[in-house]
């Protein structure tokens, strides 16, 4: 029965979790636990050896950096906050979960991984220097390396603590890490419990935006989705020229959406953060149909 009901559970959940954005609202807390598991039961079978870099790495960060500021020098001129919804969609890092549906998908964790880290420190240097350029209300106590490293922490609690502690049992602890790897199918319930959670925060989010500014965020939110398909077909064409598709789309496509709304509220105008309040959406229904696709053809 299981068996039959398991690949119509990732949309499921998301209905649910939309339908009662309250109670999955509340329950938000349980979001970082739920991906520090995931990613720590994920990497207990990936080798810290295992994680290279290659020139398909740099072909995505020059898309995400080089898109993000095309797309504001595009759109700013007809309306700034689009510009920054829709900026932000491309320039936020990669997700912390990422390598998680990378695993679910059959793709290489260890090149998520690295595109992650890459990425993350990137941003982290970008922000300071782009961010005061384009948003002018940010003040003179906008400093560089306090940006710099509150994007850092981020990356350092939600990636590197679950990838440390997964490989100190793969050195101390082999056979606790063996069971751990061989029921590392539990990822895939722990991800559509997340996926409930992240659909109520979304419902529950642009639901409480002021109202005389839904002409904008429909509009951020269309854009958004444009974005999003983009950039998973951008980075599985690419990656597809490596040989690492699934890694390529998953990459660029799946994002940071809480640390890209902690941005936008943080450095540029909130109504911003309609766009990964939006993409949020839009990149787990694409990760839905994705794992839906895979489970159904094995």
Known sequence: MLKKIKPYMMPITMLVGGIFYNFFSSIGWLMPYLIFTMLFITFCGVSVRHIRFSKMHVWLALIQITGCVLVYLIVSPVHPIVAQGLMICLLTPTATSAPVITGLLGGSVASVVAYSLIINIL????????????????????????????????????????????????????????????????????????????????????????????????????????????????????????????????????????????????????????????????????????????????
Request: proline share 4%; hydrophobic share 50%; aromatic share 14%.
């Open 123 to 298: 941003v982290a240097v970008f922000v300071p220097l782009f961010f005061p350029m384009i948003y002018n209300h940010l003040g003179n106590d906008f400093g560089f390396l306090p940006a710099f490293f509150n994007i850092l922490k981020r990356l350092a609690l939600m990636m590197l603590m679950p990838m440390i502690l997964a490989q100190l049992f793969r050195h101390f602890l082999p056979k606790i890490n063996k069971n751990i790897v061989r029921y590392s199918n539990i990822s895939f319930y722990l991800w559509t419990a997340a996926l409930a959670i992240a659909a109520g925060r979304c419902v529950g989010f642009v639901l409480a935006q002021d109202a005389t500014n839904y002409n904008v965020e429909i509009i951020i939110a269309a854009g958004a989705l444009l974005i999003c398909l983009f950039q998973f077909f951008a980075g599985r064409a690419i990656g597809e020229k490596y040989n690492d598709k699934i890694a390529g789309g998953q990459s660029l496509g799946q994002k940071n959406t809480i640390l890209g709304m902690w941005m936008c509220q943080m450095y540029l105008n909130p109504i911003s953060s309609i766009g990964p309040g939006a993409y949020i959406l839009w990149q787990n229904i694409v990760n839905s149909y994705q794992v839906w696709r895979n489970r159904k053809n094995l």
